[in-house]
């Protein structure tokens, strides 16, 4: 199957940085081509009942010329087949993967044409196909002109760098952005056009995140024109696009609640679970990229030893060829450049969900005070509402999106750098380990500390907000009888006496806490580097720059997850402390909705008269949530239309647990209550 001589490598013997002939075209451009026309295929099926776009396409001539390119890599690809078939008849890994490269390319075409009509943003499968296809191409070209092949096949070095080109003018015919009026419904049109109408119309306001492809998603060029826009005037409103449909409230909150009333349902209700189930696969792609992230950064101390120990060797006899120089900064700059998309693209995906769950759980606690039961009112006051509103799922967002990925991401970074750095220093590296065992239970301590503090500052603050919502409301009484004064000291007790005392406390706690933050990886860095000078200094060689810096590289990789790893204890406490107030109020009780029944009631209708029943109670029973014995007894009550009814009674005769009862305040033991109309 490998008619060249230097095998199935995957490295080549005789030529730098270069892999063998027979693995490029067995392993990487046969892989590619296979994965590709499997993924093809998927996603063609994927379009089989997609509606067509409107038939006035604009951009006709571009799409016209990139499907002849496409047509003309196909023949190239087919060329070079052709031609290697002759060169090696026997059956071999060269024209096999020349097969699957043409086949690939059919599949291509037809993958153009159907994308075209059904998608108004670029393919990513054909954006990264064609991208794949033109890196491979540049291998395969760089190793066809050390070997010579333009003088030994010419016709295959022909073959191979016309489908270079022309793969990478299908790549930029692709990433070129469709026009943004690129479909537009005539008159005439809209009859014929299968979609709704209102989605053909969202062109001109919509966002241009919904139609940039995976590249200008990768490097934020959708946002280019609006901070451009902004750079020459200040932004207005009809500057912008419209909200995204995952970001209106009807819709996040409609996912959620479906979620979070499943958990009702099973008896044994989590907020974690609902919260997981609506946001997981987003949250996890986050911890992806977070993850590549971590991983890639951990390749440039490894490459900086490499390009540290070829320029200590170059110009001496054991000096390596000056490709491994070129290759080792040029890995450096791509690994630079992939661990900086990594993260902006992890941090965008946090916000989003950090957005998301804010509005989940803000919509989710307004709905339940409109059906909160009348004790659950009397146990939450407005007060106590808004801080759940604000500052409880504010503080369970923040954690879930920016925080919850360093529970993981801190130790696997610490285990990495700690590994390189045992390679690097060898046993000295564990006095930095002691270090950092030493630091733990202090961290902890003050953690916990930090967690009994921040509760108690929350209880002071809902004790603040229940007075204040209690001044405000009734604040002609105050100035009426000069209670300013005594409610001024109250406000005060609480205020100064305990949220601000709580607060101080919580400060000098805090700054102890910083303060070992910020000593340990010092300390780490100090205690390794000296037990090495002083002991060891033989094992790895003396401390030369290319041991010094890579240690260096490595303790500064180490001091973010040391510093701030710690740092995630109290964010998680405070955390799950706001999550199990904001559970505790979504688990309140609630209004009986089905204890009466609504009946529709139109008086304007010719069946309409003066005997019916508007109000109807008959055999009722009620109580109140929290009462052991009903408070109303054998209730029969019937209110016609055009009557006027008065409930008249002592006080405490049950009056107003009467019109409870009606509205739905008051559990129905047995009975039933019509209401009819609004």
Not at 188 to 193: H, L, S
Not at 590 to 608: K, L, N
């Amino acid at each position: 199957l490998c008619p060249s001589n230097e095998g199935w490598g995957p490295l080549s013997p005789s030529r730098p940085v270069d892999f063998t002939q027979c693995f490029q075209h067995g392993v990487l451009v046969a892989s590619l081509n296979a994965l590709f026309i499997l993924v093809a295929c998927l996603r063609l099926r994927a379009l089989r009942d997609s509606p067509l776009l409107p038939a006035t396409v604009v951009a006709q001539t571009q799409f016209w010329t990139k499907m002849a390119v496409v047509a003309t890599a196909l023949v190239a690809s087919t060329a070079e087949l052709l031609v290697l078939s002759q060169l090696y008849p026997h059956v071999n890994v060269f024209t096999m993967s020349m097969a699957l490269q043409s086949v690939a390319a059919a599949v291509a075409i037809r993958l153009h044409w159907r994308e075209q009509f059904t998608n108004r943003v670029a393919s990513t499968t054909l954006l990264l196909f064609w991208l794949a296809t033109v890196l491979l191409g540049l291998m395969r070209l760089r190793t066809a002109v050390a070997l010579g092949v333009f003088n030994s096949a010419p016709a295959v070095f022909t073959a191979c760098s016309v489908f270079l080109l022309l793969s990478l003018a299908a790549l930029v015919m692709e990433s070129q952005a469709k026009p943004h009026m690129l479909y537009e419904l005539d008159d005439e049109d809209e009859e014929y056009y299968p979609g709704p109408l209102e989605d053909a119309g969202r062109c001109t306001y919509q966002s241009p995140e919904e139609r940039a492809n995976i590249f200008s998603r990768l490097a934020f060029t959708w946002m280019t024109p609006l901070l451009e826009q902004g750079y020459r005037k200040p932004l207005q409103m009809e500057d912008t696009w419209e909200l995204g449909r995952e970001y209106r409230p009807e819709v996040v909150n409609a996912s959620f609640q479906r979620n979070w009333q499943e958990e009702l349902r099973s008896g044994k209700p989590s907020l974690f679970r609902a919260t997981m189930r609506t946001y997981g696969l987003s949250l996890a792609l986050g911890g992806f990229y977070k993850l590549v992230k971590d991983l890639v950064s951990f390749l440039n101390p490894i490459l900086l030893s490499r390009l540290i120990g070829f320029v200590s060797r170059y110009n001496t006899p054991s000096a390596e060829p000056i490709e491994y120089g070129y290759f080792y900064a040029i890995s450096m700059f791509l690994v630079a450049t992939v661990q900086n998309v990594a993260f902006q693209q992890h941090w965008v995906q946090n916000q989003r969900v950090n957005c998301l769950l804010k509005i989940s759980y803000t919509t989710a606690i307004y709905r339940k005070t409109m059906t909160l039961s009348n004790d659950a009112r009397q146990k939450y006051s407005v007060g106590g509402i808004v801080t759940h509103m604000s500052v409880d799922s504010q503080r369970v967002a923040d954690f879930t999106a920016n925080f919850s990925h360093h529970l993981w991401s801190s130790p696997l970074q610490i285990i990495l750098a700690l590994y390189l750095l045992y390679q690097t220093l060898g046993w000295c590296t564990f006095a930095g380990v002691l270090v950092m065992l030493i630091s733990i239970p202090t961290s902890a301590r003050l953690s916990r500390s930090m967690r009994a503090l921040n509760k108690m500052l929350m209880g002071y603050r809902d004790q603040r907000m229940k007075i204040m919502d209690e001044v405000l409301s009734g604040i002609k009484i105050i100035k009426l009888y000069a209670w300013e004064t005594s409610f001024l000291k109250r406000i005060d007790e609480i205020r100064v006496k305990l949220e601000l005392s709580t607060i101080r406390s919580y400060g000098v706690v805090q700054s102890m806490f910083s303060f070992i933050v910020t000593l340990v990886p010092f300390a780490v860095s100090f205690s390794t580097f000296g037990l090495y000078s002083l002991m060891d200094n033989t094992s790895h060689g003396p401390l030369t720059p290319q041991l010094v810096f890579v240690s260096l590289t490595l303790f500064n990789m180490v001091r973010f997850p040391l510093s701030h790893g710690p740092m995630i204890i109290p964010a998680l406490l405070e955390a799950m402390v706001s999550s199990r107030r904001i559970f505790d109020f979504l688990t309140a009780g609630e209004i009986d909705f089905e204890a009466i029944e609504r009946v529709s009631y139109d008086r304007d209708s010719p069946i309409a008269s003066s005997d019916d029943a508007l109000v109807s109670v008959e055999k009722g029973e009620f109580k109140w949530l929290t009462a052991e014995e009903p408070t109303l007894r054998n209730i029969d009550i019937e209110c016609k239309r055009d009557q006027l009814v008065a409930v008249i009674g002592r006080v405490g005769a049950g009056k107003s647990s009467l019109v409870s009862a009606i509205l739905g305040d008051m559990v129905k033991s047995r009975g039933s209550v019509t209401v009819r109309g609004s």
